[in-house]
């Protein structure tokens, strides 16, 4: 069976972790965010996958390969200019059409089961079943509103009417992860929250003929809302489970940090990263040849690859890439801002 997994985002959020790299190829839970996602597809049989690509394909490339150490065969299309969310699925349509496929967002981290879903979509016949779940922290995710198991709209973010669920604020999981989206930790949480789209949607193939040829386009406003209006079924399925974005690098860390404890453990050490003794590292993700130096303290925080912490010197929740690679980058509007320290280009994550 085949899906998309959409990859050609340019990560400026998860600045300066994206300096060298594109969002789906950042290392996460020891292989590449976008090698995560895959993963989670081949457990449902998908092992043919699209992948779109505009921003730094060759990172994407040179992390995947072929996809045979996922589980599946990836293609690549290239967007010379990017194409948008439903842009991307008709410019891949020459490896998509023919039968109902998944098209699923690349920074993604979930166990939502995805086989419920797609038996939702062949019971209903719809022209796209959207995977949705409860937002009862109401977070900034725009709202879908339901009525008897169709979509029927989607409107604004949610207000913020509960205490603590400031828009931005995330919900709580059942290990107080600080990343966006985790699993609900109780289900009456759930009952009368708005419901979010979480960025996985099952299409069947007419769905091209609502995508407009060669140009960008957003699959919610340029092709489910036409649709719906000329009377189409887009279904919604209501999913639970765990499920975070790691949109951030607070919601990357988070996540990580989260997921490791799961396993016993609390800190990512990427290939050729060594902490040395003596030195203290706790809650946080190193990247490839990483080292850190006895006396040196690390907590909450993300070193990038080839990072060296000196003795004695102490990174708290912060993002930390080599100073090389920052000097003469220019830092989008939406990335950390920080500052050099030695070898380093040091960054607060913000909370």
């Known amino acids: 069976m085949r899906a998309m997994i959409l990859a050609a985002g340019y990560g400026t959020r998860l600045w300066p972790l994206t300096i060298d790299r594109t969002k789906p190829a950042i290392p996460f839970m020891g292989r590449p965010l976008i090698g995560y996602v895959a993963e989670y597809l081949a457990g449902y049989g998908f092992d043919d996958i699209v992948v779109n690509l505009h921003h730094q394909p060759e990172s994407v490339r040179a992390a995947l390969g072929d996809g045979s150490r996922f589980g599946v065969r990836f293609h690549y299309v290239e967007e010379p200019v990017i194409l948008g969310t439903s842009g991307a699925i008709g410019n891949a349509r020459h490896l998509l059409d023919g039968d109902h496929f998944v098209v699923i967002n690349g920074k993604l981290a979930t166990d939502i089961d995805l086989g419920e879903a797609l038996e939702t979509h062949r019971r209903t016949g719809a022209l796209a079943t959207l995977v949705l779940r409860p937002n009862p922290a109401r977070e900034r995710y725009s709202v879908v509103h339901v009525r008897d198991g169709l979509v029927e709209g989607f409107g604004g973010y949610p207000a913020s009417d509960k ?71 887009v279904a919604a399925h209501v999913a639970r489970g765990a499920w975070y974005e790691l949109s951030t690098v607070r919601r990357y860390l988070d996540t990580s940090v989260t997921l490791l404890k799961r396993e016993g453990r609390d800190v990512e050490l990427g290939e050729g990263s060594v902490v040395e003794v003596g030195a ?7 990247w490839e040849n990483v080292r850190v130096a006895r006396g040196a303290r690390v907590s909450r925080s993300v070193l990038g690859a080839g990072v060296r912490v000196g003795p004695g010197e102490v990174f708290d929740n912060v993002a930390v890439v080599r100073a090389e690679l920052a000097r003469g980058a220019e830092r989008p509007e939406k990335g950390l801002q920080g500052e050099f320290r030695g070898s380093n280009f040091v960054a607060p994550i913000p909370e």
């Open 280 to 286: 203290g590292v706790t809650e946080s993700v190193l």
């Open 163 to 233: 205490a603590g669920g400031a828009p931005g604020a995330a919900p709580k999981s059942e290990s107080d992860s600080r990343g966006g989206g985790a699993a609900l930790a109780d289900e009456s949480d759930a009952v009368g929250a708005p419901l979010m789209f979480t960025g996985i949607q099952i299409l069947d193939p007419r769905v091209f003929k609502y995508i407009p040829p060669g140009v960008f386009s957003h699959s919610v406003t340029d092709v489910y809302v036409p649709a719906i209006a000329r009377g189409e079924r």
